[in-house]
Each structure stands twice: as structure tokens, then as C-alpha cells.
């Protein structure tokens, strides 16, 4: 009896056990096919080293920021009050007003000057940070940093509080002197002269940041006054907010609470051009290390085209026993996506890897080869700092498949549109 007309022919699904078997064979080198293969490992160690450059550069490059902002945000104010007219008087009625803004953490009156400092025949520019003593107590990020006793021996006496950076430079010990040359003196008839005056020295900070570490010196705020002949103003007062990111909302309430014509500053406009730096930094590195994957992506192209034309016959014998267009396109995109996900898996476990122990190899390094990687006068940081960032370590990885997969589309239609016919006809 004949079968029914409605009855439709059986079909396999897709992706399966045969095509991957099918691809799995393809992708195992044989004598004769050992070049295709050596193209398809060079593919997969060129994308595993550029997800492993990607997922290392941006660690280290976040670390970066991180830190920075870290030390900058922990020692300097969020936002600083200044008068719009020169010095700031009556600043403690002022301070009261902005400390009881809400989001204020801390709101301290301080004098800002840049000096010479000088001692043992060496000199060095610095800045000088007036702030009473139990202001800077508040600073938690400095206190952790500093010296045994150094607290209690800052008063209201002539005692500083130095960077070690500093302290090295000019080789000073704890309970040594300083000598501060500042160039606005005394007028005299024949001019002005540069006002030099010797502290000594209560102790040390060591915050890892040598834009602090060499340049700060931290004064009592009655002393720095004289210092600078302000009387009795400050140059501004330092406000720290809960959340330095939204300070700028808060300016309408920091504005009012002070009463008086003010200039707020922000720690954004102080520090902008870092910022604008790090970011234009971080979006060209990301694009220019992206090229390394793409280059990978490519020789998958070119060795998948070089297996495609290598296995024409195989593939005819296939099609004319039965197999579709649309396996033989899924098998070469498992073999160009098995390239690809393997060197993105084995990326990712290098570059974590190495982001996990980056300090101990890059001692290692500087060792051998005798050279300062990493210099802190050049990065502002004693140590190289890196952070993952589970956004970024994502997005490199989608991007390294995404191009893989991309680059087995070519190949795999070309397999797929091969004429039995013509590709037979010459065997």
C-alpha cells in the first residue's frame, strides 16, 4: 500500500551530534592538512592574548583611576568655598553654616600658599596646607598614613607635618627642621623680601601618591596665617561631602549656607584635565588593542576559506548523500566558533590571572631586567595598581566572540553554497 502523500520525509535538527563530530574531525590536524590547522591555533593564541591584553590594559588602567581619585578624593575637598574678593573673613560662623548642610561630612577653613622648601643644601616646591589640628584628625585617609606621634606633636606651635617623599628629598628626619621660602614678604625700601622662616618637623605621611607625598606640607591653620600674612581670613574652606560624584547638586545649598559672595570649586574642575586624560586614555587603548582580536578574527576567516576549499570533495560526497546546505554552514561555524570561544575562555583565566598577581610580576620584571616598570614619578603611585571591572571584563568578552562568530559567516557560506557537480567533476 502505497504511503500517504501528506506524510513529509523525516529532518534532523540543528547542531547535531553529526555536526559536530563532523566539525571536531575538520578542526584535528592530519599530515596533509597540518598547515590549515597550525593557521587555526595561531588564531586561537591571537585571540586569547588580545582578550588578555584588553581584560589587563583596562584593569590596570581603572586601578589607575581608582587610586587617584582614591588619594585625591580622601585628602582634598569635594568642594572649596572661596571668597570672590581675595581672602575669606569671618570663615568660622561661615564653616558652622555649611557644616550643617545635609550630605556635608566635613567642612574645615584652611590657607593655601606654594613655597620653597629647602634644608641640607636641597630645595624642593611645595604647597602648603594651613588646617587646624582637629580638622585634620577628621581626615581618615591621612591619619592611617602618618608617622607614630605625629598628631599630637601638630599644634598650634611652628610644627609641620611633611610627605616621606619630601622628608627623603631633602633628608629630613622626624624632629628635624624645615626652612620655608615663600617669595611674598616684607616690603622694605628696596623691594620685596622672600619670607623665611624654619619648622620643625612633628612627622611624616606616606599616603603612595607622590603628588602628595613630595609636594604637601601640612600646617597649623593659626600658623600658616601668619605665615602668609592673611590676619585673620583663609584662603577658603575645604568641604567634604557622603557622595563626591553628586557634588553638584549640592552647590545651590553650599552657596546659601555661606552667605556671603562665594566661588564654589569643585574637585572635578581642579582636577579635570586628569580626568578628560584618563578617560580619552582608556577609549583609545580599548580601540587600539580591539585590533589585535580583529587580526585573530581574520585568520580564522582565511584558514575556514583554506579548509573549505581543501575539503570541497568531502563536502559534494556529503550533499549528494543527503546533507543540506544548512549543515554544512553549521558545520564550519562550530569550527570557527570553537576557535573562538576556546582563546576567549583561555584570555580571560590569563588575564585574570595576571591582573591577580600584577605587582609581584611586575617586581619580578624590574628585576630582571634591571629598570624601574611602572616609575612612580611618572604615575604618581608607588605601586601598580589594578582593579576588574565586571562591566569592561564583559564587554571584552562579547566583543572577542562577536567577532569570531562574525568572521566564520563568510567561510561557512561559501562551504554551504558549493556545487556537488563542479566541485566532483575533476576528481
Not at 562591566?391 to 559567516?409: D, E, K, P, R, S
Amino acid at each position: 500500500m502505497a504511503e500517504s502523500p501528506s506524510r513529509a520525509p523525516s529532518r534532523t535538527g540543528i547542531f547535531t551530534p553529526f555536526e559536530w563530530m563532523l566539525a571536531a574531525r575538520y578542526l584535528r590536524a592530519k599530515r596533509q592538512e597540518s598547515f590549515i590547522s597550525v593557521i587555526s591555533l595561531f588564531s586561537l593564541i591571537g585571540i586569547a592574548l588580545g582578550v588578555a591584553t584588553l581584560i589587563i590594559v583596562m584593569s590596570v588602567m581603572n586601578g589607575f583611576r581608582v587610586e587617584l581619585l582614591k588619594s585625591i578624593l580622601g585628602l582634598s575637598g569635594h568642594v572649596t568655598v572661596q571668597s570672590q574678593y581675595g581672602y575669606l573673613p569671618g570663615y568660622d560662623a561661615m564653616t558652622a553654616r555649611i557644616r550643617a548642610v545635609p550630605g556635608v561630612t566635613m567642612a574645615a577653613p584652611i590657607i593655601d600658599g606654594q613655597v620653597m622648601a629647602s634644608q641640607n643644601g636641597a630645595n624642593a616646591g611645595v604647597v602648603v596646607h594651613g588646617i587646624r589640628r582637629e580638622d585634620l584628625a577628621r581626615i581618615k585617609l591621612l591619619v592611617e598614613k602618618l608617622s607614630p606621634g605625629a598628631l599630637n606633636d601638630y599644634g598650634d606651635g611652628e610644627t609641620v607635618i611633611i610627605g616621606n617623599g619630601l622628608a627623603n628629598k631633602l633628608s629630613i628626619p622626624r624632629g628635624g627642621s624645615i626652612t620655608l621660602i615663600s617669595p611674598k614678604g616684607d616690603a622694605t625700601p628696596f623691594g620685596t623680601t622672600p619670607r623665611i622662616k624654619s619648622y620643625r618637623v612633628a612627622g611624616t605621611f606616606h599616603i603612595g601618591n607622590i603628588l602628595y607625598d613630595n609636594n604637601y606640607v601640612y600646617m597649623p591653620l593659626s600658623e600658616a596665617q601668619l605665615y602668609f600674612d592673611t590676619g585673620d581670613a583663609v584662603t577658603g574652606i575645604e568641604t567634604m561631602v557622603g557622595q563626591p560624584e553628586d557634588d553638584i547638586r549640592m552647590l545651590p545649598a553650599l552657596s546659601k549656607a555661606a552667605g556671603a559672595p562665594v566661588r564654589l570649586v569643585t574637585w572635578q574642575q581642579v582636577n579635570g584635565t586628569i580626568l578628560n586624560a584618563l578617560d580619552v586614555e582608556s577609549a583609545t587603548m580599548f580601540l587600539i588593542l580591539s585590533l589585535i582580536i580583529l587580526v585573530a578574527a581574520l585568520n580564522i576567516v582565511s584558514g575556514l576559506i583554506m579548509l573549505v576549499k581543501d575539503k570541497s570533495s568531502d563536502i559534494a560526497i556529503l550533499r549528494t548523500m543527503g546533507a543540506t546546505r544548512g549543515a554544512m554552514m553549521r558545520v564550519f561555524l562550530i569550527s570557527g566558533a570553537s576557535i573562538g570561544v576556546a582563546g576567549t575562555v583561555l584570555g580571560l583565566v590569563l588575564g585574570i590571572a595576571f591582573v591577580s598577581s600584577i605587582e609581584e610580576i611586575r617586581q619580578g620584571l624590574s628585576h630582571l631586567t634591571g629598570r624601574t616598570l611602572f616609575d612612580p614619578a611618572v604615575y604618581f603611585l608607588s605601586r601598580m595598581p589594578a582593579q576588574l571591572d565586571p562591566g569592561q571584563v564583559i564587554a571584552v568578552v562579547v566583543m572577542a566572540l562577536v567577532l569570531t562568530f562574525l568572521a566564520t559567516l563568510y567561510p561557512s557560506w561559501r562551504a554551504a553554497r558549493l556545487d556537488p557537480v563542479e566541485a566532483l567533476r575533476y576528481e
